[in-house]
């Protein structure tokens, strides 16, 4: 009698044929890349103790208005293209220079993160009563800790690579940029199914709330 | 001898060696990609017991099952549910190889899923998923449980606590972290350890994550707070592609070379993970032959630690603050959200009290109507998330301490256990299990020991009692007793003998509820800030407190530094070294600078709070409203766009200074004239975000930095529609219309709105802006391009001419 079957893929967890979902994500806070997304320049911008202690207390705040829930799905390539990508799936992404990222990858990883919108409320609120420098500070925090997401989102994974001996390119490619239309946007919401974890798309392919971010990595057999 | 004793003995008389990887050994030996491990191996017998075989014939002392996925949920995925059965005939496979040669180690590794607080998996269902597993392994006989490849402290904890629930078999714990130096969950070396070794774990360490020499510094980090032996299983460098094959980049003598360096940072168990083959193990044994036991370990230590990170006592370091103020006694509107069940005002409280100093946070949740037990642990899941302060559990109800243990993902402190009969054992098993420091509150009887000396007595008793439970005098904390000196004189000389007794005498560390002293006095801080002071001379370790008092905080820096516990005053100089005004009372202008040029400063400084008492200040000094405005406030606000032009302020500080002018404006517009509010106005703008999109933060900096430079500005806000915006125009004849667009797809309905309003023939100028929009796009749409706020203004100056 045969004990089991061989699923046609099976890359752990991850590669179940339909995206995991990631209820809570822990990210350690982000505050180099929070400081730079507001323009600070190390060595050159000169922060008065009094503003650094008044940035430090809201990403602080931040930090407990954020709620990070994230996506992921390892998709099989049929092929590549100079300028296009074919999933196994049929679906299809047309842009050089993710098609140039993903060259010689076997497969894709789609992925999804969302700060929530308790988040959002805290900026809305905090520009209808014209304290615009909190509202900022919290824009920037939620934006790179949602960044961050797909950095741990990518970190998983690659725990679970590791031990076949692949790994994910290192860089991530996001619909919007270059020549990668936002128009695709729709599709990898739709495989990543973020309505799950409460983000929604509009008629203009923006996610909703706000700081949701989608991306897609390689999967490579060799150190990128 | 039991097993137990043996393999304890072992590692006292050398390094031990483990075994290398199986996954990538048995894809080597043929195992195809993409079958589950385990089942495969069952079925092909013959290549697994090759590997166990060829490990043991490399100088393995411990050999690992090919149980790494079996539990419920991987196996689940191939359509396998037997998960008692297959790791028991498992690791009989091992057994049977392995004889009387080598241990065998029952290998559980991750889910894949995470555990409550981190993941949707129930902490009490990760439990039964990993004993499922256990369960099996020890039925094969398995010598050892080795939990290993973990990336969340959480589900280590499940797999630890499951194996504790079923025995007391030799447990290994390995943790895999990125190259950041924290595990994925944010999990640092020291914090892993502290709260593993206090769980109950019998060796502690590294595997996977990277190859031997970044893990060394892992190890390094572990191997001053280490309790029991390290374990380190590097991979063999990194993966690597060559002619169509993937293998890793270390060899064996390169991968052994580092044993000496392992076994020098206190690791007594080593082996290889992915990568590493039979070769790789037999050079390390070649080289750890010749290698002693480590230094001698630390039998036990005063550490508390959260997922994030470690607080370490002593009473050479400064007093550790333990913030009060989670607590609904008093507090209406805590006790409102705990009873909802909502985090907002706990989590501000975590914020507050630890901006504030505070290093550890009492959690305490008694109150009339409330279910203790369930509120406690939904209160410590949420600050696990939302701080990285470790927690001090305080509860009257053992079984609510036991609830915020069993799932806090850290070593928390207990607050508290007295002599009291019934509750006494219950819970220091308690304690026990869950590996949590505790304060002994020296209280036996129904009377309240007044003396020193009878203090003293009662906390020897129970720690009699503690010690037949394995506790040290490192595991708890004195409760010194903190009485009003109002009703007893002699009350704050008796708590303060007794905490020097447990500092020089006893050896443990002590805590004081310092506020009581004060009760029934009038300007009770005073009394609390002095009685910090002392109790720091005499040793104190802890202070439960409001860590939002200044006085109170600044007493205590000021003492840790007077007695020593502040090193070369580096916490006191991080805190006041930079301000040099911190003396009490009110503070002074630093300067005596002119009213005007104050008003100037503040806009400078971005200083919100104090621009309209300096307004007011000027303008008694007789300087206009207009001149302010003129000579003061504008160029203030041009410098401000200078230095951000620049870099020198960054965009925080730009929007500061922005509030700072308008609030000034708000305050000035009353004393100014009509004409000259008029002359103030340089133009009218109507501003806009684009039908479609809905990030308007940018535009929001715009419409105040150009409220600051004299423009009358209408914000009609986000995914304005056409025909508002139309509307808009006719009503208010706008000199410009800003519109600005975040994304490509809404970016083109800036060009249909221009094309709207010019169809409508309607005269204004445009100036677009946002993250994808370009000059060049700009132009071609016939408006004028600002790349921020700064640049709006310019833009806009030059617009109206």
């Known amino acids: 009698m045969k004990l089991f079957r061989i699923p046609s893929r099976s890359l752990g967890m991850i590669d179940a044929g339909a995206p995991v979902f990631f209820r809570t994500i822990a990210v350690a806070v982000p505050r180099k890349e929070i400081y730079a997304r507001l323009g600070f320049r190390a060595g050159h911008t000169l922060i008065q103790p009094e503003h650094r202690e008044m940035v430090e207390s809201y990403i602080d705040e931040a930090r407990g208005f954020v709620e990070l829930k994230g996506s992921a799905i390892l998709l099989n390539v049929a092929r590549i293209e100079e300028d296009s990508i074919v999933l196994s799936g049929g679906d299809m992404f047309v842009s050089s220079q993710l098609a140039r990222m993903a060259s010689g990858c076997s497969s894709l990883l789609l992925m999804g993160a969302t700060a929530g919108s308790r988040i959002m409320e805290e900026i809305r609120r905090d520009t209808s009563i014209g304290h615009i420098t909190r509202g900022v500070v919290l824009d920037a925090a939620a934006s790179e800790m949602t960044d961050g997401a797909l950095d741990w989102i990518m970190g998983y994974v690659n725990q679970d690579l590791r031990r076949r001996a692949k790994r994910l390119t290192r860089r991530r490619y996001s619909a919007g940029y270059g020549d990668f239309a936002l128009e695709n946007q729709r599709v990898i919401y739709e495989l990543l199914r973020l309505g799950e974890i409460g983000v929604s798309i509009t008629g203009e392919y923006l996610l909703i709330p706000e700081k949701s971010v989608t991306a897609i990595a390689g999967v490579r057999t060799s150190v990128a | 001898m039991t097993i137990r004793e043996e393999i304890i003995r072992k590692i006292g008389e050398g390094v031990l060696v483990l075994d290398g990887a199986t996954g990538t050994e048995l894809q080597a030996r043929g195992m195809p990609e993409g079958v589950c491990p385990e089942l495969w191996c069952l079925e092909n017998a013959t290549c697994i017991e090759s590997v166990h075989r060829d490990y043991l014939a490399a100088g ?16 689940a995925q191939y359509g396998a549910s037997s998960v008692g059965r297959i790791n028991e005939d498992l690791c009989r496979l091992a057994k049977s190889v392995a004889g009387e040669r080598a241990l065998v180690a029952g290998d559980i590794g991750p889910t894949g899923r995470f555990v409550e607080p981190f993941g949707d998996v129930g902490f009490d269902e990760a439990v039964e998923v990993f004993q499922e597993q256990a369960r099996g392994l020890i039925q094969g006989g398995a010598d050892i449980l080795v939990i290993e490849t973990m990336i969340d402290i959480q589900e280590a904890r499940a797999a630890l606590i ?3 629930e079923l025995s007391d078999i030799f447990t290994i714990v390995t943790m895999t972290f990125e190259s950041s130096g924290r595990t994925l969950g944010g999990t640092d070396p020291v914090s892993a350890l502290v709260t593993l070794q206090s769980l109950g774990a019998d060796a502690v360490g590294c595997n996977c994550s990277a190859g031997p020499d970044g893990m060394i510094p892992l190890i390094r980090a572990m191997q001053p707070y280490a309790t029991v032996p390290l374990v380190a299983k590097p991979n063999a460098g990194l993966p690597r592609l060559s002619q169509g094959k993937t293998f890793f980049d270390m060899g064996p003598d390169d991968f052994s070379a580092y044993a000496h360096e392992f076994a020098a940072s206190g690791v007594q168990l080593i082996g290889g993970c992915c990568g590493t083959t039979p070769a790789h193990i037999q050079a390390l044994r070649l080289k750890t032959a010749a290698l002693s036991p480590g230094s001698s370990r630390r039998q036990s230590i005063k550490a508390l630690s959260s997922p994030r990170k470690t607080v370490i006592l002593g009473e050479q370091s400064p007093l550790v603050i333990i913030g009060e103020r989670i607590n609904p006694t008093g507090k209406k509107d805590l006790q409102q959200e705990l009873l909802e069940g909502r985090m907002s005002l706990v989590r501000t409280f975590a914020r507050e009290q630890t901006s504030r100093g505070a290093e550890i946070l009492d959690v305490n949740v008694g109150m009339p109507g409330i279910d203790e037990v369930s509120t406690i642990r939904k209160v410590v899941c949420d600050l696990a998330l939302f701080t990285d302060a470790p927690l001090s559990i305080d509860s009257a109800l053992p079984e609510a301490i036991e609830a915020a243990l069993r799932v806090y993902p850290g070593r928390a402190l207990i607050n508290s256990i007295s002599g009291e009969e019934e509750k006494l054992v219950p819970l220091l098993r308690i304690a026990k299990k869950y590996g949590a420091m505790f304060i002994l509150l020296p209280l036996a009887g129904r009377n309240l020991p007044k003396t020193s000396r009878e203090r003293i007595s009662t906390v ?53 509820g310092l506020s009581n002293v004060s009760f029934g006095l009038p300007s009770r801080i005073w009394i609390n800030a002095a009685f910090v002071a002392m109790a720091v001379s005499h040793g104190l370790t802890l202070a439960i407190a409001n860590p939002l008092s200044d006085e109170f905080m600044n007493i205590k820096r000021a003492a840790d530094v007077l007695t020593g516990r502040d090193i070369g005053a580096r916490s006191y100089i991080a805190r006041f070294g930079s301000k040099g005004a911190s003396a009490p009372g009110r503070q002074q202008p630093a300067n005596e600078a002119s009213p005007g040029q104050e008003v100037y400063e503040a806009i400078l400084e971005g200083n919100r709070d104090d621009i309209a008492a300096r307004i007011d200040r000027a303008l008694q000094q007789g300087i206009t409203p207009q001149a302010l405005v003129n000579e003061h406030m504008i160029p203030a606000i041009e410098e401000v766009g200078e230095r951000y032009d620049k870099k020198i302020y960054f965009l925080p500080q730009l929007i500061a200074s922005a509030e700072a002018m308008k609030r000034g404006f708000e305050h000035l517009e009353p004393h100014m004239k009509e004409g000259e509010l008029l002359q103030a106005k340089k133009g009218k703008i109507i501003l806009a975000t684009v039908k479609g999109d809905i990030h308007d933060i940018g535009k929001n900096i715009v419409a105040l930095m150009l409220k600051n430079h004299g423009f009358d500005v209408v914000d009609l806000g986000k995914d304005v529609a056409h025909e508002v915006l139309l509307d808009a125009i006719r009503r208010y004849h706008p000199d410009i219309v800003g519109l600005s667009a975040l994304m490509t797809t809404t970016m083109v309905n800036m060009k249909e709105t221009i094309e709207r ?9 445009f100036m677009v802006g946002g993250a994808v929009v370009t000059k060049a796009y700009a132009e071609s749409i016939g408006a004028r391009y600002a790349k921020d706020g700064v640049d709006a203004v310019r833009v806009a100056e030059s617009l109206v001419g």
């Open chain 2, 757 to 765: 309003v010019r169809d409508a023939g309607l005269a204004c100028s």
């Open chain 2, 460 to 512: 020897s008793s129970i720690f009699e009692t503690a010690q037949d439970y394995g506790f040290t005098r490192d595991d708890i904390v004195v409760d010194a007793l903190t009485l009003a000196v109002s009703a007893d004189p002699s009350a704050a000389l008796e708590t303060l003998n007794t905490t020097r007794w447990c500092a020089q005498e006893f050896g443990s560390s002590t805590v004081l």
């Open chain 2, 162 to 164: 499951a194996v504790r």
């Open chain 2, 60 to 75: 393995s002392d411990i050999i690992y099952t090919c149980t790494f996925g079996a539990n419920r949920f991987k196996l």
